[in-house]
Structure formats: C-alpha cells, structure tokens
C-alpha cells in the first residue's frame, strides 16, 4: 500500500476581498492571529469558489479543510468539495465529494475521497455569501494509469 501523498497546484477563487488571495490556502499556516490572517476570502458574491488546479490527473484520496479562527465559522456550512477534469462553470459541475455541515471555529475537518480522479479540486458555497479557507491540503493514495505508457512493453 502506498502512503498517502500530499498534493500542491495553481490555486485560483472567483473574487479576491483585499489581499486574501487564492494560495493563501496553500501556504501551510493554518492559524495566526488577527482577522483572516493567511486564509482567503472572496468578496461577498453569488456562488463563490475556490479552485486547486493540480497541474495532472490524480486520485485523490482525502481532503483536508481547516476553518477561519476568528470569526463566523458558519460560512464553510453547506460548502462542497468537487473533483474532477472539468472547467465548465468554473469547475463547479464537477462529482461531489463530500458536502461540509460544519467545520467549527479554528478547527481543520478530513474528507473522504476515495479514487474520486481529477486535476481540480473546488470548494463552491452555494449561495448569496462569502468563502473563506485558512488551508486546503489534498492527498493522493495512488497515481492514475497513465494511458500513454499502457501500450509499451518494457524487457530487461
């Protein structure tokens, strides 16, 4: 069995409120002091999203969410973590793979994925609101078959 493999991408949101941008959610600090500090945050909007594009096709085994630490721990509620290779609608028609009911305040929350396949990773919230994550970390258990080399045969 392979150990699990975190992943990392181009990470992109549907507004950027201030300088909370997109990578924010990358950066490997999941608490700091002060309002937001180091998580993202769009502007409050219709649908807001955030987006890891994985730069390759993966499996993706889990994924990871760690909530704001000081304030409104409510705006992740209802959230969904999609997978998948497409950009229609953003990435946002992508497969569910899981749906957040409540991440509480400061907190970080495992999602399941088991061999859900795809190079983007969203978060969508449904609705009027904002969208903030103070870390995303996805995993990888396996890689995916790569067709191009299934047709070679390799002698020693």
């Not at 937001?36 to 085994?61: G, K, Q, V």
Request: hydrophobic letters at 35%.
């Amino acid at each position: 069995n392979l150990p699990s493999v975190k992943l990392s991408g181009r990470a992109v949101q549907s507004s950027v409120l201030e300088y909370y941008r997109a990578d924010r959610a990358m950066d490997g600090i999941k608490h700091a002091l002060g309002p937001a500090s180091f998580c993202t945050h769009t502007n409050s909007e219709t649908n807001p999203w955030w987006r890891l594009d994985l730069l390759d096709n993966y499996y993706t085994s889990t994924v990871i969410i760690t909530n704001r630490a000081d304030c409104c721990p409510e705006r992740l509620d209802g959230a969904e973590i999609r997978i998948g290779n497409s950009l229609e609608n953003n990435g946002n028609n992508n497969p569910i793979c899981a749906m957040i009911t409540s991440i509480p305040i400061g907190a970080s929350h495992s999602y399941s994925c088991p061999d859900m396949e795809g190079r983007y990773v969203n978060i969508i919230v449904p609705g009027d609101r904002y969208l903030t994550l103070c870390e995303v970390e996805v995993y990888r258990d396996k890689p995916c078959a790569n067709p191009l080399l299934s047709n070679f045969s390799f002698k020693l």
